[in-house]
């Protein structure tokens, strides 16, 4: 199994707090994997990690087989790995069009290029252009993204990620405070991601994951429980145990 | 949709007018063009606050620095046999620029707070240190013995300053053309990114710090050559061009005209300058006490709603001597 991705005892601790505790975690090529976990189980600081924001006390990441734990977040990002973000994280000043089409002069190492102006790249123009109209955001090209409705923005936020064609994308709750009628939108986009890039998953709402996942990694209190196949899973009684008093699974 | 990029970014008629309006302005008040020159300057250096302020989102109070290295090089050039306008231009911007990217570094990270602290430390260093080294500036007497050679070889600096206007009013648009080519550029947006959002840029591939030291430089060679423009026109430079009131009075030329549109700093700096010549006639001790009171109003109501004021008070205006009525 070729491996998209991979974490080798990650480690990280806030003062006496260990949020991640020597967590391997795996990720094939293509992989539809899901990182589940209560309230607290250090979801959100493993994906910090991962990217870069933040950096591990001991432990080490490797994307595509290379070593990227020293590598600034935007270096990681050009070597093929996105992500969203639980909170959105748009650009206030810039329209949706302008917003994707960024990620992809980045992508092109076109970021530097001062002399053209933005319309004169027509190639990049309408690969954004297109992209919009798959997320089903042709029409809002031009609107301010600040004024866009919640559920227009969290599908711009997982444009903005794809725009930049990773092969590894981290999902962080696509569907937060998504209305459930707006759900559907967001969850055969994500259904509908090219198969060739490997997807993790981090998600609370459970019916979007057994949905999703061909494999499930559960995280509780900084460390791997269990990963396996989503009915192994759903049936492991450790897993039943650390979600005791919340939603059942499944 | 390309189409409507297109159209976007095309030179739209209100342009056209603005810069026809400029140029003709030293045409139709040929008894102010010492005026007009000093705003072409002061607009050149505003509009190199607003590449930081505007576009990138680096606040500076700090930016007559690069301002003074500019006029300080651009006369300690002429004074020993540089004379030569254009050449001395380019140096006096270069040598700002190398100080903008050597300074840029401490500006990267750190809160709007932070960044006006380090950058009005870093000016008033430099004019201290020019304060100091007054066997080369020529300390609190000024820098004396900058005499240019005529423009182009054939254009003489003349007393009524018509060069000097012509001067700088072109370096002005020239270096306006390259800024707005620039700000809408790839380059342009990834910098409206980081502004917007440096998280985020960061996790598309911006790499947010090189793009912040890139304009840093940039914008320190623009106000660079805005201080070599004073320095040549006026043939004099004193420690007035590194003053603290010179960094806050382009912050402040450039919110009375509005950032990230690149010509709030010209409009700004007709407005400050006029204002000041006009009112320092009519109050000549008192004339930063409108120039203030214009501040707060604009700040506190909004530049939006004093235009739309403005605009209908004009309206109903208009409407009441075509004898119609008001509703």
């Given amino acids: 199994m070729s ?6 005892a990650l480690c990280k601790s806030f003062g006496a707090l260990a949020a991640t505790r020597e967590v391997s975690l795996r990720v094939a090529r293509g992989a539809r994997h899901a990182l589940i976990g209560p309230n607290g189980a250090g979801k959100t600081t493993l994906i910090n990690l991962l ?63 001062w002399w053209r102006p933005l319309a004169s790249h027509t190639a990049v123009m309408d690969e954004a252009a297109a992209l919009l109209q798959r997320f089903g955001l042709a029409n809002a090209a031009h609107t301010p993204v600040a004024t866009l409705p919640y559920g227009r923005q969290r599908l711009l936020e997982i444009a903005v990620a794809i725009a930049g064609q990773p092969h590894v994308l981290l999902l962080d709750e696509p569907a937060a405070g998504v209305p459930e009628d707006e759900r559907h939108e967001i969850l055969s986009i994500v259904k509908g991601l090219p198969g060739d890039v490997a997807v993790l998953l981090i998600e609370h709402d459970m019916d979007l994951v057994f949905s999703f996942a061909r494999r499930i990694s559960v995280l509780v209190d900084g460390s791997l429980l269990v990963e396996g196949a989503p009915d192994e899973v759903a049936g492991d009684p450790r897993v039943r145990a650390a979600y005791l008093g919340e939603a059942p699974l499944g | 949709m390309a189409a409507d990029w297109v159209r976007r970014i095309a030179v739209n008629h209100r342009e056209w007018v603005f810069w026809i309006v400029a140029i003709a302005l030293p045409l139709l008040f040929p008894g102010k063009l010492l005026l007009i020159n000093e705003i072409a300057i002061l607009a050149l250096f505003a509009l190199s606050l ?136 790839p380059f342009g947006l990834s910098l409206r990114a980081v502004k917007a959002n440096r998280l985020r840029a960061v996790s598309v591939g911006v790499p947010a710090d090189t793009r912040l030291v890139t304009i840093y430089t940039i914008a320190a060679a623009y106000a660079g050559a805005a201080g070599a423009l004073l320095a040549q026109t006026t043939q004099f430079v004193s420690l007035d061009v590194l003053d603290f009131h010179r960094s806050a009075d382009v912050l402040l030329v450039l919110v009375l005209g509005g950032s990230g549109y690149l010509y709030g700093g010209l409009i700004g700096a007709a407005i400050f300058k006029v204002m000041q010549d006009w009112l320092a006639a009519q109050t000549p001790q008192y004339w930063q006490f409108w120039i203030g009171l214009l501040l707060v109003v604009i700040v506190l109501a909004g530049r939006e709603r004093v235009a739309v004021a403005i605009r209908r008070r004009w309206t109903a205006l208009t409407r009441r001597f075509a004898g119609e009525p008001t509703p």
């Fill in chain 1, 3 to 8: 491996l998209a991705l991979e974490t080798v």
């Fill in chain 1, 51 to 113: 990217t870069g924001v933040l950096r591990p006390d001991a432990g080490r990441v490797l994307l595509g087989g290379t070593d990227i734990t020293e590598l600034a977040p935007h270096t990681r990002a050009r070597r093929g790995m996105t992500r969203t973000f639980q909170i959105n994280q748009l650009f206030a000043g810039l329209t949706p069009l302008e917003s994707v089409a960024l990620a992809i002069f980045e992508r092109h190492r076109f970021g530097r290029h």
């Fill in chain 2, 50 to 185: 607003d590449l930081l302020l505007g576009y990138a989102g680096i606040i500076s109070l700090g930016h007559a620095a690069f301002f003074g290295v500019g006029a300080y090089a651009a006369g300690l050039l002429a004074k020993h046999g540089l004379a030569e306008p254009l050449v001395g231009l380019l140096l006096s911007a270069a040598a700002a620029a190398v100080l903008g990217f050597l300074t840029s570094f401490l500006v990267l990270r750190g809160s709007d707070l932070t960044r006006l602290m380090v950058t009005m430390g870093i000016g008033l260093m430099l004019l201290e240190l020019a304060n100091r080294f007054d066997t080369i500036t020529g300390g609190a007497d000024g820098l004396q013995g900058v005499v240019m050679a005529p423009l182009l070889g054939l254009f003489a600096f003349d007393l009524a300053g018509r060069t000097a206007c012509a001067y700088s009013m072109a370096i002005l648009l020239v270096l306006f053309l390259l800024a707005r080519r620039l700000v809408r550029s």
